[in-house]
C-alpha cells in the first residue's frame, strides 16, 4: 500500500526529529558551560593568570565552533520538520483531507474558460488542488498552464510523461526535494527579483572607485601596524579611516542602490543552493530530468553560493557597528557593490533560465503526484488520427479511490445520449472522462487499467450559471456556451464536448427544439459530442450525417424500499425514473 510507505517515512523522520532536538539539547547546554568556563578564565587572566588567559581562548574557539555545529543541528531539525510536513501533505491524499490543503489555484480561474470550473480544473476540490507541490510562483503558474483543455503537441506531452515515469519510481528524492523546496516563503515569486537583477546593469562602480576601495584599506591597515610598532604616529590611520567613512558616505545612496536587490534574499539564495546541489546528486535515466539536474547543480549552484555569500555580507550592514566598522577599515559596500556588479556580468543572464528549470521540475512532481497517492493508474497512449477515447476501469481522481467505481468506454466520432434517473452518475461520468483528458493533455498519469486517446479541444457546458450584472439568464448562457462549440466546429478541429441536462433553463417544448438543432449542428465526424437529458424524445434523433447518434443510460436499483444505483453506463436509453421518490424521500410528497 503506497500509504503505508508515507506512513514509514513519516515515523521515520519522527525517529529522526526526536534525536535531532536531543542532541539540540546538549548543545545549548555544552554552550552554556562553555560560556561562562571563558568568562571565568578571561576573568582569572585579567588578574594574572597566564594559564587562565590560554584555557580562554581555547574556550572562545570551542564556543565559536559549538554555535556553528548547533546551527547546522537547527538547520537539520527544520528540514526534518518540513519532511513532516510534506508527508503529511502526500496522506492527506489518502484520507480525503487533501481538500483543507491552501493552495485552489483559484486566481488562475478565467471567467472565459467555464471548462475550469465544469471540470473542477482549479478552485475548492479541484485538480489544481489535488496535484500542486509547487513553492514558486512559477511553478504554479507552469502547473495551471498544463492544465488545459487545449492539447500541446504530443512531442510536449510525451517529455513530461517521461519525466514523470521515472518520479514515480523515486518517492524519496521527491520528498525531499519538497522538504528542502519548503525553506521558499509559500508562493516565492521571483519575477521582481530576475527583474531587478537584470535592469542594473546601467549602475556601475567606477574602475577608479574599485582601486580606491583596495588602495586605501591597504593603506589604512600598513599605518596601523606602523603605529603599533611605533614607527608613525595613530593620526595617520584615524585620518585613513575617517577618509574611507567618508568615501562610503559620499557612494552611500550609489551602493545601496545597486545593493538593493541582495537586502532581503538570503535566505532564499541559501534554499535554492542546497535545493540545487542536492537535485545534482541524483543519477537520472532521463535525459531531460538529468540534464536539468546537471545544468542546476555544476552551474546554478556554485553562482548562487557565490551570490548568497554577497548577500550575507551585505546583510551585514545591517548591524550599524559594523557598518561603521567595515566601511572605515574597508570600505565594504564599495567592494560589495563590485563584487555584484561583478557577478551580474557572469551569471545574471542565466538566473532566469535556472529558476525556470526548478519551476519546470515542480510541475513534474505534482504531476506525479497522481501516481504516488492511487494505486491504479496508467499513463495515457496518445492516438493519431479520428477523435477516439478508449478507456479501460477509468475512474476520477477527485473521487475517494476506494468508493469510486470505474467504466470503460469506446468512442470515435459520434455523438451520445445519455439518459437516467437522478444522482445516477450521468454528470460525474462525462466530468471524470473530460477531466482525465486534461490530466493526459498535463502529461500526468490517469486513474485507469488502461487509457488511450486522440488530441481533441475539450467544451463544456455542465455549471451553468445566470450573470445578474450582465443581465444574462441561465438559458441564455447556456446558449453562448453551445454557440461558442458550433463556431469552433466550423474550424473542422477535433473537438470532445459534454452537456449536461441540456437548455435545462426553459420549457420542455423550447428545449426539446432547441435541443435537437444543436445536437443537430454538433454531431460531426471531428467530433466527440456527449449530451445527459431527461427528454426521451431526444433519443429517438436520427443522424443528419454519418455520423452515429447513439443512446446509454445509467440506472438505479432498489433494495429494501431503498433506492441504490451502480454508477454502471449501460447500453440503450434509460426506462426508469425517480424523481418521485427523492421528493417522497425529501419529504415534500
Known amino acids: 500500500m503506497k500509504q503505508d510507505y508515507y506512513k514509514n517515512l513519516q515515523s521515520e523522520a519522527a525517529a529522526q526529529l526526536e534525536k535531532y532536538v536531543q542532541q539540540a539539547n546538549r548543545y545549548t547546554l555544552y554552550r552554556t558551560i562553555c560560556f561562562f568556563a571563558l568568562i571565568f578564565a578571561f576573568a582569572a587572566a585579567y588578574d594574572g593568570l597566564t594559564a587562565a588567559g590560554i584555557i580562554g581562548l581555547f574556550m572562545l574557539l570551542l564556543f565559536c565552533r559549538l554555535i556553528r555545529q548547533h546551527n547546522r543541528l537547527k538547520q537539520q531539525i527544520q528540514l526534518v520538520q518540513n519532511a513532516l510536513a510534506v508527508t503529511d501533505n502526500y496522506l492527506a491524499h489518502f484520507n480525503g483531507h487533501w481538500q483543507e490543503l491552501p493552495d485552489k489555484g483559484e486566481d488562475f480561474y478565467s471567467p472565459n474558460r467555464p471548462q475550469d470550473i465544469d471540470l473542477h480544473i482549479f478552485g475548492k476540490a479541484s485538480l489544481y488542488q489535488y496535484l500542486c507541490c509547487c513553492r514558486t510562483a512559477l511553478g504554479r503558474q507552469k502547473l495551471a498552464k498544463a492544465l488545459t483543455v487545449t492539447p500541446p503537441s504530443p512531442a510536449v506531452i510525451t517529455q513530461r510523461q517521461k519525466a514523470v515515469a521515472e518520479l514515480l519510481e523515486r518517492q524519496r528524492l521527491c520528498v525531499e526535494l519538497l522538504a528542502r523546496s519548503r525553506r521558499l516563503p509559500?508562493?516565492?515569486?521571483?519575477?521582481?527579483?530576475?527583474?531587478?537583477?537584470?535592469?542594473?546593469?546601467?549602475?556601475?562602480?567606477?574602475?577608479?572607485?574599485?582601486?580606491?576601495?583596495?588602495?586605501?584599506?591597504?593603506?589604512?591597515?600598513?599605518?596601523?601596524?606602523?603605529?603599533?610598532?611605533?614607527?608613525?604616529?595613530?593620526?595617520?590611520?584615524?585620518?585613513?579611516?575617517?577618509?574611507?567613512?567618508?568615501?562610503?558616505?559620499?557612494?552611500?545612496?550609489?551602493?545601496?542602490?545597486?545593493?538593493?536587490?541582495?537586502?532581503?534574499?538570503?535566505?532564499?539564495?541559501?534554499?535554492?543552493?542546497a535545493l540545487f546541489i542536492h537535485l545534482g546528486e541524483t543519477n537520472f535515466t532521463n535525459k531531460a530530468l538529468q540534464k536539468t539536474a546537471d545544468t542546476l547543480s555544476r552551474e546554478a549552484a556554485p553562482a548562487l553560493q557565490k551570490l548568497a555569500r554577497l548577500a550575507d555580507h551585505v546583510n551585514l550592514c545591517r548591524n550599524l557597528f559594523f557598518y561603521v566598522l567595515g566601511n572605515a577599515l574597508l570600505l565594504w559596500d564599495c567592494h560589495c557593490a563590485a563584487r555584484f556588479a561583478r557577478w551580474q556580468d557572469n551569471a545574471a543572464q542565466n538566473l532566469a533560465g535556472w529558476l525556470n528549470l526548478w519551476a519546470e521540475m515542480e510541475l513534474y512532481i505534482s504531476l506525479a503526484l497522481a501516481g504516488h497517492t492511487r494505486e491504479n493508474y496508467t499513463f495515457p497512449q496518445l492516438l493519431a488520427g479520428p477523435p477516439t477515447l478508449k478507456v479501460d476501469g477509468l475512474t476520477s481522481l477527485l473521487l475517494d479511490e476506494k468508493n469510486a467505481i470505474p467504466n470503460d468506454t469506446y468512442m470515435q466520432a459520434e455523438t451520445r445520449i445519455i439518459t437516467g434517473s437522478n444522482?445516477?452518475?450521468?454528470?460525474?461520468?462525462?466530468?471524470?472522462?473530460?477531466?482525465?483528458?486534461?490530466?493526459?493533455?498535463?502529461?500526468?498519469?490517469?486513474?485507469?487499467?488502461?487509457?488511450?486517446?486522440?488530441?481533441?479541444?475539450?467544451?463544456?457546458?455542465?455549471?451553468?450559471?445566470?450573470?445578474?450584472?450582465?443581465?444574462?439568464?441561465?438559458?441564455?448562457?447556456?446558449?453562448?456556451?453551445?454557440?461558442?462549440?458550433?463556431?469552433?466546429?466550423?474550424?473542422?478541429?477535433?473537438?470532445?464536448?459534454?452537456?449536461?441536462?441540456?437548455?435545462?433553463?426553459?420549457?420542455?417544448?423550447?428545449?426539446?427544439?432547441?435541443?435537437?438543432?444543436?445536437?443537430?449542428?454538433?454531431?460531426?465526424?471531428?467530433?466527440?459530442?456527449?449530451?445527459?437529458?431527461?427528454?426521451?424524445?431526444?433519443?429517438?434523433?436520427?443522424?443528419?450525417?454519418?455520423?452515429?447518434?447513439?443512446?446509454?443510460?445509467?440506472?438505479?436499483?432498489?433494495?429494501?424500499?431503498?433506492?441504490?444505483?451502480?454508477?454502471?453506463?449501460?447500453?440503450?436509453?434509460?426506462?426508469?425514473?425517480?424523481?418521485?421518490?427523492?421528493?417522497?424521500?425529501?419529504?415534500?410528497?
Open 423 to 589: 444522482m445516477s452518475g450521468k454528470t460525474t461520468y462525462m466530468r471524470t472522462l473530460a477531466s482525465s483528458l486534461v490530466l493526459a493533455y498535463a502529461g500526468a498519469p490517469v486513474c485507469a487499467k488502461a487509457f488511450a486517446c486522440s488530441p481533441m479541444h475539450i467544451f463544456t457546458s455542465i455549471q451553468v450559471h445566470d450573470d445578474q450584472s450582465q443581465g444574462i439568464s441561465t438559458f441564455y448562457a447556456e446558449l453562448l456556451r453551445i454557440k461558442q462549440m458550433v463556431d469552433f466546429s466550423k474550424k473542422k478541429l477535433p473537438m470532445f464536448i459534454a452537456i449536461d441536462e441540456i437548455f435545462k433553463g426553459t420549457n420542455s417544448a423550447d428545449r426539446i427544439i432547441g435541443a435537437r438543432e444543436a445536437i443537430k449542428r454538433l454531431t460531426r465526424p471531428y467530433a466527440i459530442t456527449l449530451v445527459s437529458t431527461h427528454d426521451f424524445e431526444l433519443c429517438d434523433l436520427q443522424s443528419a450525417n454519418e455520423v452515429p447518434v447513439t443512446n446509454y443510460h445509467f440506472a438505479e436499483y432498489y433494495e429494501d424500499n431503498k433506492i441504490k444505483f451502480d454508477y454502471k453506463i449501460k447500453n440503450g436509453r434509460c426506462q426508469t425514473t425517480n424523481a418521485q421518490y427523492l421528493l417522497k424521500m425529501a419529504g415534500i410528497l
Open 186 to 273: 509559500d508562493g516565492h515569486d521571483t519575477a521582481a527579483l530576475i527583474a531587478e537583477i537584470n535592469g542594473q546593469h546601467h549602475r556601475y562602480i567606477s574602475h577608479m572607485l574599485q582601486r580606491t576601495a583596495w588602495l586605501l584599506p591597504l593603506l589604512t591597515f600598513a599605518s596601523l601596524g606602523l603605529a603599533l610598532l611605533d614607527f608613525s604616529s595613530w593620526q595617520i590611520p584615524g585620518l585613513l579611516m575617517l577618509l574611507q567613512f567618508a568615501i562610503a558616505m559620499l557612494f552611500q545612496r550609489q551602493n545601496q542602490a545597486i545593493l538593493a536587490p541582495l537586502m532581503s534574499i538570503n535566505h532564499e539564495l541559501h534554499a535554492y543552493q
